[in-house]
């Protein structure tokens, strides 16, 4: 079936640092839709940024992520990482064509210190 | 942007009992979404609603059962709690189709002992 890896349970980083948080998924479908969503400490999840587009970088809050459809991934990058970016960061996939309901991956808490 | 508001905010249960978890969207978003968060299995869906009177089992029904009466209100009902049904609940509600954003409620922390 289809699923969604994230394999970094906790990523923690200094601040200023690069950050990357992995996301690989499997799937039977052709045109797979990725999202990543960021859920800041008592709060609910909330989209961050999504494509179904190969190889286009889309970004969003100084955040972005690039579909490789090849290596079927979807990391999450940003170039200097801020103290209020720690949250936990989820990555999520459906189908571009019909819509599916999306499955999400065990998310990466990301923890940014001084 | 799409309200979602949950209703317990907070529940105690017993063993056995009956909770009822409801869910109320303002967006008039066809789809609703239930899902459980736990540590080390992130967020996982229990059951979903395509619109009033649609319910639809997502990847983990065993022990919940779902209600959709109106375009508005998606209720996750657990006829007999279990210890292991204590988590956090998120309802979440969207327009469907390719590429819908999912706007999540505050979720429910509900404790079974």
């Known amino acids: 079936g289809d699923s969604v890896t994230q394999t970094e349970g906790l990523v923690t980083l200094t601040e200023g640092l690069p950050v990357m948080l992995n996301c690989t998924y499997q799937?039977?479908?052709?045109?797979?839709?990725l999202f990543w969503y960021v859920q800041h400490l008592n709060e609910s999840p909330r989209l961050l940024l999504k494509?179904?587009?190969?190889?286009k970088r889309t970004e969003h809050q100084g955040f972005h992520a690039t579909l490789h459809k090849s290596s079927s991934s979807f990391h999450l990058q940003k170039s200097s990482a801020q103290l209020s970016d720690s949250a936990l960061y989820y990555c999520a996939l459906s189908d571009a064509n019909s819509g599916t309901y999306q499955r999400f991956g065990t998310g990466t808490k990301l923890q940014v210190v001084p | 942007e799409a309200a979602v508001t949950q209703s317990p905010r907070n529940k105690v249960a017993v063993t056995g009992g009956k909770v009822t978890l409801s869910c109320n969207q303002t967006?008039?978003?066809?789809?609703m979404y239930w899902y459980r968060q736990d540590t080390g299995h992130g967020l996982r869906l229990i059951h979903y609603s395509y619109g009033a009177g649609s319910t639809e089992k997502g990847d983990i029904p065993d022990g919940y059962k779902a209600s959709r009466p109106s375009q508005e209100n998606f209720s996750l009902i657990l006829e007999l709690a279990t210890p292991s049904q204590t988590s956090v609940y998120f309802c979440a509600s969207g327009t469907g189709g390719a590429g819908d954003t999912q706007y999540f409620g505050p979720g429910t922390r509900l404790l079974v002992l």
């Open positions: 494509s179904f587009t190969d190889n």
């Open positions: 967006n008039n978003h066809n789809n």
């Open positions: 799937t039977i479908y052709s045109n797979p839709f």
